[in-house]
């Protein structure tokens, strides 16, 4: 496919990925299934941390390493720029991972028997970490409205017990594409808060809004009292494709909370690799206008599977206005196991079930639209034959 004229970045032109180890394109070896499951994309990193990286690999020397400065300074200044919130170097805790953020931040607040809410459809780890960390957990599904899903304000409310300690917020939300308002959020907050729970905010997905209408905003930074009740997790391997790097952290501006999540790492978690640390920093610093180039291509994305989806039979979704998941509404066909009917037809999607909710399957449009026009041709064949 040629490039697009006027961009200096080719999303377009796919990238062979088969026999490189990749999660994502390894699942289907050796069989014809197009793979727009897990969410990793399937272009080339901005090219900044590219060349950053040859030359960190070119110094030859891979020791412990610690947090560059430079990205300290770099993500403070993101955190001011991009979201309107003023943090401190210290609140930083560098992570090898989110899953594993999700993890210890279950475990730092309260006692095993305590409870976390949560809302459905959830991203999977939100719905084990709990489980995990011998927490209970309490799903409040989200309610569908016309401009997308909303949170069941009251249903949280009446979900909140004695042991409630936590509350899981993903934001943008990961399957929906929600990206919620401040007032939801200021609403959200004022719950939490007035029950005393902690709220987990996990916001990697922040880069990669898609409408020049919605903007992010970052639940610590509504004021000074939520963001003392919260841990806040980001990253840069969503929006720069880089989750195979392991770096990311968690912003807590509260001292003991901080303190206790340190406690629950220590000696378990892992430092982050020295070419995570490499990456993050170019693509935080370096990296805006292939963002930017990226949000655009996504949007087209998103626009042509939304369309896609409101001429076919039997499927139906709400607008994303986020992140590169589409969470798709299937009920209407009756079958037994979506993702598993569409995979006989050659394309991967990721089961509703394993975000609470069956009958839905996430498709992830993080690809050249090459690759996604042959996805959604098949998905169309596959529909068909539920009405021939
Ligand atoms: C909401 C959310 N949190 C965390 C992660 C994964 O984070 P990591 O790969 O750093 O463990 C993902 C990945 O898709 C995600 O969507």
Redesign the pocket.
Known sequence: MARRSGTPYDFDTPVERRDTGSLKWDRYKGRDIIPLW??DMDFKAPPAVINAMRKRVGHGVFGYTLPPQDLVDEVLAVLEREHSWKAEPNWIVWLP??????NVACRSVGEPGDAVITTIPA?P?FLSAPVLSGRTLTAVAHIEQCSGYAFDFEGIEQAFTERTKMFLL?NPQ?PTGRVFTASELQRLAEICLSRGAVICS?E??CGLVLDPDARHVSLAALDKDVAQKTIT?L?P??TYNL?GL?C?FAVIPDKGLRSRFRHVMEGIVPHVNTLGYTAALAAYRDSEDWRIELTGYLRQNRDLVENFVKQAPGICMRHVEATYLAWIDCRELSLENPAAFFEDFGTGLSSGADFGMPGFVRLNFGCPRSILAEGLNRMEKAVDTCFS
Not at 97 to 102: K, Q
Request: hydrophobic share 35%; proline share 9%; net charge neutral.
């Open positions: 897990v969410a991972g989110l899953v594993t953020g999700i991203y780890p993903c990961n996990d990697i997905h997790l990253a391997s969503k989750p392991g990311s």
